[in-house]
Each structure stands twice: as structure tokens, then as C-alpha cells.
């Protein structure tokens, strides 16, 4: 059993930690002006996930801290999506993606938004018809915590498309392996439902292949970004001409 201090410092740093992981990647992105090397998928996979985690909250009351954790981590995600998308490299191309409805490239943060609230309704309609069941309390606890775990996963994929970890902070990765692993021993030694332990340690091993992916890649700018600058001195120096 933990001293009451320990308990109490731990619950302080699970609320507040993980939404300050982001600030360091918000700032970079606005002072270069440039969103590039950060999947937006991220923001997308901490709003779904800590919405439906705090639905868990309503059938099983884990931890508050952990509640407090998924608020400030909405409010973090909705400015650093609101960040990206204003920093968003190559406006123009954004009508190119392959997604069914370009879901979540959308070009207006309206739309971000409208799709979120239509989310949260859907979500509280069936919390009312089925909150009850204590089957449904775990599914949504085991959504809400694998749709987290998977938050990696999206990086994973742009660092190795780019063949590079140009535009992500070493700084978000270190408090991703960091925070994780702090959460993982917190989610053991508080007993905290299942769904966290397991969801826990699967998105450590991720943070991990990430931390090999940077050692490997490094951070130097991708080809693609490179050739665009090379287009633009090209046709700055055509201009001046």
C-alpha cells in the first residue's frame, strides 16, 4: 500500500501529465508554421478515445484522476487539432485524400467540431439505453482505453511512409515513453480496471518500436519536403530574373 502523498502526487501527475506531453509539439508547430511530420490522426484517436473513456467513468467510477486526465486531454487535443490544421502544409492538396468522406481531413475546423458533437450525442443516446448492462460498461471501457492504445500507431505509420521523424519532437516521444510507462505502474499498483493494464502495455511496445524508428530514421527532412524547397528556390529564382 502507498503512502497517502505518494497516492495523492501520482493522481496529480496521471491528471496532469499527459496533456502537457503536447505543448512542446503545439509550440514547434507555431513557431515554424508547420504541421508537417505530426499525424493528425493522433488528436483524432485522444478525442475518441477520452469521450468514451469518460462514459466508462459513468458505469464504473474508476479513478478520478484518470477522469480529470480525459477532460484536460480534450481541451489539449481540441487546440493542438485547431493548431495543425491552421499550420497545415500545402493547402491545396487537401481534397486528395483516399478516406471515405476525407474523414478527419476535413479543411475547416467547424467540421471537426460538428462530427465530435454528433459523436458525444450518439454516445450519451446509447449510455441512456444501455448504461445499465454491465456488458456494455466493458466494451466501452475496453473501446475507450484500445482506441488509446492505438494512439501510436498513426505515427508509427507517417515515420515510416516518410522514412523519417522530421516535424515530430523528440521531446512528445520522450513523454510518450515516459508517460506510458509511468501510467502502465500506475494502472497495476492501483488496481485499475483491466482494460487499462492491458491497453497500457500494448501502447508501450508501440512507443518503443517508435523509439527504434529514431534511431533508424532520424529527423532529417523527408525527400518529398526537400524536392518542394528545392521547387520553390527554383521558382524564386526564376521570379528575380
Known amino acids: 500500500?502507498?503512502?497517502?502523498?505518494?497516492?495523492?502526487?501520482?493522481?496529480?501527475?496521471?491528471?496532469?501529465?499527459?496533456?502537457?506531453?503536447?505543448?512542446?509539439?503545439?509550440?514547434?508547430?507555431?513557431?515554424?508554421?508547420?504541421?508537417?511530420?505530426?499525424?493528425?490522426?493522433?488528436?483524432?484517436?485522444?478525442?475518441?478515445?477520452?469521450?468514451?473513456?469518460?462514459?466508462?467513468?459513468?458505469?464504473?467510477?474508476?479513478?478520478?484522476?484518470?477522469?480529470?486526465?480525459?477532460?484536460?486531454?480534450?481541451?489539449?487535443?481540441?487546440?493542438?487539432?485547431y493548431i495543425c490544421i491552421r499550420y497545415q502544409p500545402r493547402p491545396d492538396t487537401r481534397g486528395q485524400s483516399s478516406r471515405p468522406f476525407a474523414f478527419w481531413h476535413w479543411p475547416s475546423y467547424v467540421q471537426y467540431i460538428e462530427f465530435l458533437a454528433g459523436f458525444i450525442l450518439i454516445s450519451a443516446i446509447a449510455y441512456l439505453i444501455f448504461g445499465r448492462a454491465d456488458v456494455y460498461i466493458s466494451i466501452i471501457g475496453f473501446v475507450a482505453l484500445g482506441m488509446e492504445s492505438m494512439l501510436p500507431v498513426p505515427q508509427l505509420i507517417s515515420n515510416y511512409k516518410q522514412k523519417s521523424l522530421y516535424g515530430f519532437r523528440?521531446?512528445?516521444?520522450?513523454?510518450?515513453?515516459?508517460?506510458?510507462?509511468?501510467?502502465?505502474?500506475?494502472?497495476?499498483?492501483?488496481g485499475s480496471p483491466l482494460q487499462f493494464k492491458v491497453c497500457a502495455l500494448f501502447q508501450l511496445s508501440v512507443d518503443f518500436i517508435i523509439v527504434v524508428q529514431r534511431l533508424y530514421y532520424g529527423n532529417a527532412p523527408p525527400q518529398a519536403t526537400l524536392l518542394e524547397q528545392e521547387d520553390l528556390e527554383e521558382a524564386l529564382a526564376l521570379a528575380e530574373e
Not at 502507498?2 to 501529465?17: D, Q
Not at 523528440?170 to 492501483?190: E, H, P
Open 1 to 81: 500500500m502507498l503512502p497517502p502523498w505518494v497516492s495523492v502526487t501520482a493522481s496529480v501527475g496521471m491528471a496532469v501529465g499527459p496533456p502537457l506531453v503536447y505543448a512542446d509539439q503545439a509550440v514547434s508547430i507555431v513557431r515554424k508554421k508547420d504541421s508537417t511530420g505530426f499525424s493528425r490522426d493522433v488528436c483524432a484517436i485522444l478525442l475518441l478515445a477520452n469521450i468514451t473513456r469518460c462514459f466508462f467513468w459513468l458505469g464504473t467510477r474508476f479513478e478520478f484522476a484518470l477522469l480529470v486526465q480525459s477532460i484536460l486531454m480534450i481541451l489539449a487535443q481540441l487546440a493542438l487539432l
Open 170 to 190: 523528440a521531446s512528445t516521444l520522450i513523454g510518450w515513453v515516459g508517460g506510458d510507462s509511468f501510467k502502465t505502474a500506475y494502472f497495476f499498483v492501483q
